[in-house]
């Protein structure tokens, strides 16, 4: 369809599929409205594809090739091997497993699902596109489930090389042998953990004073603890400048360093998608 044709009919207009939003088509669909459910890229969203799905299956991935140090003092030796490649083939398939359920949950209840970008352009009309293609919608209700998106930082741009994002961390071939990790919340701490268990030299850059500075200070404390027990370094009250080779050139209260770096992962946080709608 072309700007100006008339637009097609919706009861209930779900703009986005991740948890928020095919959740709330599901419940919609069972309420007895009909739901039409608009998504750009995979039904799941964030959490499923690239975020607490993936990041949970290599979480236990890591647990698993650290075990040989947890159990050593036990009079147990073990020895683990650990193929990236086929790790990642594996949390393709954990993922691949969920949103194939999720597309069935959808078909059963009735929920009509259109892939592409959509945008408001008017109170009750919404524009999506999709491969060179735009229709028009206009609906009853909607609910807007956009999501979110990392924070990219102007002066460490993300290249999916030397300096990467939480999705290329989620689903890399190899384990780098230094990585720094910039934003200590809870994806950095998270990702820290896991590439520390599976043989990476990890340290985490935090402009705050500590690591997970949005939570209570007893939960600060106690990973502060458990990621120096894994031999994770803190860099906290460092604010990262820029790459090069050398590595990692970061700034605090004493000036400058560079922390040697092969990966530099941008894990600094994510904005909503809502300001795309």
Not at 90 to 110: K, M
Not at 185 to 213: D, F, H, M, N, Q
Request: hydrophobic share 45%; aromatic share 2%; charged share 25%.
């Amino acid at each position: 369809m072309v700007v100006g044709e008339v637009a097609s009919r919706a009861d209930l207009l779900v703009v986005g599929a991740g948890p928020g939003g095919y959740a709330a088509a599901l419940n919609a669909a069972r309420l007895g409205r009909e739901v039409t459910l608009v998504e750009r890229a995979e039904l799941g969203g964030t959490c499923l594809n690239v975020g607490c799905i993936p990041s949970k299956a290599l979480i236990e991935v890591a647990d698993t090739a650290a075990l040989p140090n947890r159990v050593a003092g036990w009079g147990v030796t073990a020895s683990v091997e650990v193929d990236m490649s086929a790790v990642r083939s594996h949390l393709s398939r954990v993922v691949e497993d969920l949103t194939g359920g999720i597309a069935q949950l959808l078909n059963r209840a009735g929920v009509r699902v259109v892939p592409g970008t959509a945008r408001f352009s008017r109170p009750d009309r919404l524009a999506i596109e999709h491969d060179g293609d735009l229709q028009h919608l206009e609906f009853h209700h909607a609910i807007v489930a956009t999501g979110s998106r990392p924070i990219e930082l102007a002066d460490l741009p993300v290249d999916g090389e030397r300096v990467v994002g939480s999705d290329d961390l989620l689903f890399r071939d190899d384990v780098p042998e230094e990585l720094v990790l910039v934003g200590g919340g809870y994806v950095g701490v998270e990702l820290g953990c896991a590439y520390a268990k599976l043989g990476s030299r990890v340290t985490i850059v935090e402009a705050e004073s500590r690591v997970l500075p949005g939570f209570d200070d007893r939960i600060g404390r106690a990973v502060t603890k458990g990621l120096r027990d894994l031999g994770v370094g803190l860099c906290c009250d460092h604010m990262a400048l820029a790459v090069d080779d050398a590595g990692l050139r970061v700034q605090g209260p004493d000036g400058e360093m560079v922390l040697p770096a092969q990966v530099v992962g941008v894990v600094v946080g994510r904005r909503p998608n809502s300001d795309t709608v």
